[in-house]
C-alpha cells in the first residue's frame, strides 16, 4: 500500500520538486501538501493510485452482482416462463454464496466492516430461500407424539406407476409404508415415442391387494384410503388459464383429465370429524428432452408457466373456502425459492417442522438428492407429529413423503 509519514524532526529529506537536493528542517516536519500527514495515514481508498486493493474490489463487486441476483430473482420467481431455468438451481446456493462472502470479508480492507454486514444481509435473505428448516434443531421442533386417532400418511410420484418395474416389487414396497392414506401421482403409462401419457387401470388390482381401502383415481391422481371417503372433488386448473385456447389439452391428446386435474380432494371422517386430503401434482417448468434452442421448447415453457399458474391458483381458491381440517401433498415441481410455492406456504404449515432432518430433499432419489421438489402442509386444526422422506429403492426419481397427522375441532 501508498504510505506517507511524517519524518523525524531534524531528519534531512529532499525537497519537493527538487530531486537529491538535501533540506534541513530542524522545527518540523516536510510538508508536501502545506499539510503533516499522521503516522500510518494510508492515501484515499487505501491503495495505490487512491484504489483499493484487488482483493477488495473483487469482493466487493461479488456483493454487488449477487444483493442485484437475489433481487431479481425475488422480483421475477414465479411469474415469468423465461424465468424458470434460473430457478433451477439448488436452493442452497441462496445461503452458500453468501456465507462464503461473510468468510472472506475480512480480507476486503479498508471496507471489511461494512462488506460484512451486507454479507450478513444477504445470509438472512438467502437462508429463508434455501429451504433448510430451522425446526430441526434442539429443542425448537421435530417430532412429537401422536395421539389416538392419527392418521399415517404416504405421499409419492410412483414415476409412471410400475412401467419398467417389478409389479410385485413395487406393490410390495406400498405395502410396507403402512398408511392409511396414500396419495400417489403418475397413476399413468408414458408413451416414449409419441411423448404423451397413456391411460392405465389397475383399480380391480388394488382393490384386490389392499382390500381394507377405498380408492379413488383421476387423471394421473390415485388415492388409498382406510379411512371412510365422505366425498371426493376433482379441482379443474383450465378457469384460471390465461390462455386456454393455447395452453389447454394438447391437440392430439385424448386423455383431457390428465391435463385439467392436478390435485385432488378428497374429504375423509376422522374420528367423527373432517379431514380434506390433496393430492397434488404440479406440472413441471419444461422438458429436457426437447432442443433449447427450437420453438417447441420455447412455446411449452410458455404453456408450462400458465398451466402451473392455474393449478396453484385452484387449490388456493379451494384451500381459502375450505372450513375442515387440511393436508396438502404431493409433487409440486417447486423447490422453496420458487415465487408460487412461497406465496401457497405462507399461508399454511410446512410439515417438516416435525422433523429432525436440517435439509429435507426429495429429488433426485439416490446417494445424493440436492432439490426438495416434494412438499406436505397442513392448515386448519391438523397437526404433524412426524415427518420424513422414504427412499424410492430404484422405482421412483422421487423419494416418497412419510407422516403423521392428527385433526382437531372443525373451524
Partial sequence: MSLLLDPVPGAVTTAPGTPGVPTDHPTGPTRSTGRARRPGRRTVGGGRGGRWPRRTRLLVGLAAAWAGFLAAFLLLTGGYWWWRPVELAPPLVFAAVPALLLLLAPLARPVRGRLAAVAVCLVVVGLDLAGLNPAALPGVGGATPAPPGAVRVFAWNTEYWSDGDDPQRFYDYLAAQRADVYLLSEYVGWDLAGHRPVRVDHLAELRRRFPDYQVVATGELLTMSRMPIRSTRLLDGWPYLTDPARHGVPANSDFDDYYRHKVLRTDLTVDGRVLS????????????????????FTEFMRAQQDRRQAHYRALRADLAANPHGRLIAGDFNATS????????????????????????VSWPDGDAPKWRLDWAFTDGPTRTHDYRMVPADGMS???????TVSVGQDG
Fill in 277 to 296: 386430503v390433496y393430492n397434488v401434482h404440479v406440472p413441471v417448468q419444461l422438458d429436457i428432452s426437447m432442443d433449447p434452442t427450437s420453438a417447441e
Fill in 397 to 403: 426419481d422421487h423419494r416418497g413423503q412419510l407422516l
Fill in 337 to 360: 425459492a420458487m415465487g408460487e410455492l412461497r406465496e401457497l406456504a405462507a399461508q399454511v404449515t410446512d410439515a417438516a417442522r416435525a422433523s429432525d432432518t436440517p435439509y429435507p
